[in-house]
């Protein structure tokens, strides 16, 4: 399965703007879309961004999407306490008919 | 709104069968335009697809688990259910259900709040 790499954290104040990448390759992020899920324990994990960059209906606009050759990253602008959870990276692998899920990255709140 | 809710025992002795089943609520498991997925989350470790169940009865599973997965689904009561034979304490983990968009662009739209199961020896 291929492998798509995050930073394991990243933190950031009130009102501040942090990025999360997602690195892969050319055979997986350059092949397909990336989505992004945002994971608070004991709640359900929510889809944040959909294709790279699209966001359902619901999602706030202070998180966007965006893909650049073999990387893939999440934006998430005025940085709220409530966004203090762990984020996925994961694209659908035509090979396994499934879901491969980036290695995670927990955004912190000063 | 679609709901998904995941019920199980939340503690299975090794080498038994975890069995989980998946409660969609606000709308009907019958439709070409999903399918249904389990997901999990060992302690410590990030998110694993274990496999999903498609409209037409097919499914697909992780080829990377060690335990064998069955997934199947009860469209009378609107539920779909996971199975893992001959589990070890690996397969301890928070485990999710989660809705899926079929087609060209395929993503896991609806979650369940997802169960805990501890696998003993």
């Known amino acids: 399965q291929s492998v798509l790499t995050q930073p394991p954290s990243v933190s950031g104040a009130p009102g501040q703007r942090v990025t999360i990448s997602c690195s892969g390759d050319s055979s997986n992020i350059g092949s397909s879309g990336i989505d992004w899920y945002q994971n608070l324990p004991g709640t359900a994990p929510k889809l944040l961004i959909y294709s790279d960059s699209q966001r359902p209906s619901g999602v706030p606009d202070r998180f966007s999407g965006s893909k650049s050759g073999t990387s893939a990253s999440l934006a998430i602008s005025g940085l709220q306490s409530e966004d203090e959870a762990d984020y996925y990276c994961a694209r659908w692998e035509d090979s396994l008919n499934g879901h491969v899920f980036g290695t995670g990255t927990k955004v912190t709140v000063l | 709104q679609m709901q998904l809710q995941e019920s199980g025992p939340g503690l299975v002795k090794a080498s038994e069968t975890l069995s989980l089943t998946c409660t969609v609520s606000?709308?009907?498991?019958?439709?070409?335009?999903?399918?249904w997925a389990w997901i999990r989350q060992s302690p410590g470790k990030g998110l694993e697809w274990i496999g999903s169940?498609?409209?037409?009865?097919?499914?697909y599973y992780n080829p990377s688990l060690k335990s064998p997965a069955t997934i199947s689904a009860d469209t009378s009561k609107n539920q779909f259910s996971l199975k893992l034979s001959s589990v070890t304490a690996a397969d301890t983990a928070v485990y999710y259900c989660?809705?899926?968009?079929?087609?060209?662009?395929?993503?896991?739209?609806?979650w369940g709040k997802g169960t805990t199961v501890t696998v003993s020896s």
């Open positions: 989660a809705r899926g968009r079929a087609g060209f662009l395929a993503y896991m739209d609806v």
């Open positions: 606000g709308g009907s498991s019958r439709s070409s335009s999903f399918y």
């Open positions: 169940l498609y409209y037409t009865g097919v499914t």
